[in-house]
Nanobody
Framework: QVQLVESGGGLVQAGGSLRLSCAAS????????MGWYRQAPGNQRELVAT???????NYADSVKGRFTISRDNAKSTVYLQMNSLKPEDTAVYYC??????????????WGQGTQVTVSS
C-alpha cells in the first residue's frame, strides 16, 4: 500500500512564503508525474502545478512566477515553494502522484490535504 504524507501548511500574512512537502511511502517502484492541487471553500479542486519524472513543469496562470514545484526522486518527495502569497491562495492543498508498484502501474494517489491560510 502507498501513502502520501503532506506537511508545511499554515497561516501566513500576504506577501509571505510557505514550503509544502509531500512524501510517498510504501512499496513504491517508481513515480511518474507529481503535482499539487488546491480546493478553496465552495470551489472545485484545481491544478496548481505539476512536474514530470524528467523535471518538466506546468503551472496554473494564477501562480506563475510565484510558486515553484520541484521533486526529489530518491526521496519520493515533491515540494511546492510558495512566495508572494495572496489571500486568494487560501485553500486546502493536495499532492498527487502517479505511482507504479510491483502490483500496479501508474495509479494515482492523493495526499490528505494541508491547509494554507493567507491573511490580508
Amino acid at each position: 500500500q502507498v501513502q502520501l504524507v503532506e506537511s508545511g501548511g499554515g497561516l501566513v500574512q500576504a506577501g509571505g512564503s510557505l514550503r509544502l512537502s509531500c512524501a510517498a511511502s510504501g512499496t513504491v517502484f517508481s513515480i511518474n508525474a507529481m503535482g499539487w492541487y488546491r480546493q478553496a471553500p465552495g470551489n472545485q479542486r484545481e491544478l496548481v502545478a505539476t512536474i514530470t519524472r524528467g523535471g518538466t513543469t506546468n503551472y496554473a496562470d494564477s501562480v506563475k512566477g510565484r510558486f515553484t514545484i520541484s521533486r526529489d526522486n530518491a526521496k519520493s518527495t515533491v515540494y511546492l515553494q510558495m512566495n508572494s502569497l495572496k489571500p486568494e491562495d487560501t485553500a486546502v492543498y493536495y499532492c498527487k502522484m502517479e505511482v507504479t508498484t510491483t502490483a500496479q502501474y501508474n495509479l494515482a494517489y492523493w495526499g490528505q490535504g494541508t491547509q494554507v491560510t493567507v491573511s490580508s
